[in-house]
């Protein structure tokens, strides 16, 4: 008899456990606020070697995200589509499909500009949320170590 795989949520919190404790702690905080603001949407987690990613949206298609949140080392940082209008100039970077903001902590979310970004990015996507059905986790993709080459044929 075979082991059931881990849960999505056990599978994040493992992705998480490899990042610094400050960094966990704010992505754990910046996820159930994500959450809130997507009900009902399809919650795509990404485990790079570098990098883990989690994108909102209503479909399991992760180009189809509304938002996105990078965790790595150095920080957190929230992406948006780059036809987002930024009438506050907070969108950083010159990514030819998206840019971001880096969160400074799991707050800045609640508030100010980045609130407005993510209120902006729900309406420019047309997408209505139904509030009567969980966000859903699904792990899209897991770091796959390549196997060594040997050198032999």
Do not use: N, W
């Not at 999505?8 to 490899?18: G, M």
């Amino acid at each position: 008899m075979s082991a059931r795989p881990p849960s999505p949520s056990a599978q994040l919190s493992a992705f998480l456990s490899r990042f610094p404790p400050e960094i966990v702690a704010m992505a754990k905080g910046c996820l159930p606020r994500l959450r809130r603001a997507f009900p009902g949407s399809y919650e795509l987690v990404y485990d790079y070697s570098k990098s883990l990613v989690v994108a909102f949206g209503m479909s399991e298609r992760g180009y189809e995200a509304i938002v996105a949140i990078s965790i790595d080392p150095r920080g957190v940082r929230l992406y948006f589509d780059k036809s987002l209008p930024d009438p506050q100039g907070l969108l950083e970077g010159s990514g030819t499909k998206v840019r971001s903001v880096t969160l400074e902590a799991a707050s800045d979310l609640d508030h100010g500009g980045v609130k407005a970004l993510i209120q902006a990015a729900i309406k420019h996507s047309g997408v209505a949320f139904p509030k009567d059905r969980p966000t859903r986790m699904v792990v899209k993709s897991a770091s796959k170590k390549k196997p060594r080459k040997t050198g032999r044929a």
